[in-house]
């Protein structure tokens, strides 16, 4: 009884939203990792490169979120673009997958949501969650239009319906592409990375903090790399010599996260650049 109501609400869903999608402007989704918490996580959407200067107005979106088997997210403390997103279990079992679990979050947003114009390449996060059980093995990642998985159930199919051409008329259309993978690396995380007995540094300090140009690492002498990452998951720096220094110069304001790694453990450390 269970799985006929769910494929019935996953038929009525995919019937909503199975539009043809736009050729030319369109959208990707991306999952990244917190860093500073590493349970926690955002689903972003990507635009795909273009010139289109027009800001894009968001009606619904959606899209497949795959687990280990038995591996929840707290639904309770999720977060969207409009704020009243729906993110829907199904056990595997059902669609003889027994090894994962998954969830099927999609939202209708109560009025269209504008994003940043594509042109300006910058994502968009519709959607924050934490993984509950502290997992340290198996993957999770955003189930792939063109999956085996997807194909046969095409409901979990990731879509956009949004408004991307200026013609001062509002037409809401199927912005991702439903025989591509329509993911952006990463979109997937692998939890066994978690597992590892690497000692988290402890002494470290980088000054100063905010950061004008130039940070200085001390409290630790055997760093091997230094990785900066800006508050999407991208890394922007990367730094095999000169490790007790970051050169932050050529990177524009915000909030970034410094990973060193040393011989003797790691630890990520959050600067804000002015």
């Known amino acids: 009884m269970k799985k006929t109501t769910f494929i019935f609400l996953l038929c009525a869903t995919f019937a909503l939203f199975a539009n043809k999608v736009n050729a030319q402007d369109g959208y990707t989704y991306t999952l990244i990792q917190d860093p500073m918490n590493v349970y926690d996580f955002t689903v972003q959407a990507v635009p795909n490169a273009s010139s289109n200067n027009f800001a894009t107005s968001v009606q619904s979106y959606g899209f497949t979120i795959i687990l280990p088997d038995g591996v929840t997210i707290d639904i309770s403390g999720d977060t969207s673009l409009g704020g009243a997103v729906s993110a829907s279990f199904f056990d595997g079992n059902n669609f003889s997958q027994p090894t994962l679990d998954g969830y099927l979050v999609t939202e209708t947003l109560g009025s269209p949501v504008s994003l940043t114009a594509p042109s300006a ?4 996060i519709v959607y ?22 997807a194909t046969a159930i095409t409901p979990l199919k990731s879509f956009m319906q949004a408004d991307m051409i200026d013609n001062g008329m509002a037409e809401f259309v199927n912005v991702v592409d439903p025989n591509a993978p329509a993911v952006t690396s990463p ?16 002494g ?10 130039t940070a200085t690492i001390t409290g630790v002498s055997d760093i091997e790399t230094v990785e900066i990452t800006n508050i ?4 922007v720096l990367y730094n095999t010599t000169n490790l007790e220094t970051i ?12 990973k060193i790694k040393a ?7 959050k600067l804000i650049k002015e």
């Not at 198996?138 to 085996?148: A, F, M």
């Open 204 to 213: 470290v300090n980088v000054f100063p903090n905010p950061v004008k140009s």
């Open 187 to 202: 979109s997937l995380f692998d939890f066994s990375t978690l597992s590892t007995s690497e000692v988290e540094l402890t």
């Open 128 to 149: 924050s969650f934490t993984v509950q059980g502290n997992p340290e093995s198996g993957l999770i990642y955003i189930l792939e239009n063109n999956s085996s998985l």
């Open 232 to 235: 999407t998951g991208q890394r």
């Open 263 to 269: 011989t003797s453990g790691s630890k990520t450390v």
């Open 121 to 124: 390449g910058m994502n968009t």
């Open 247 to 258: 050169d932050m110069s050529g990177l524009p304001s915000g909030i970034y996260f410094a």
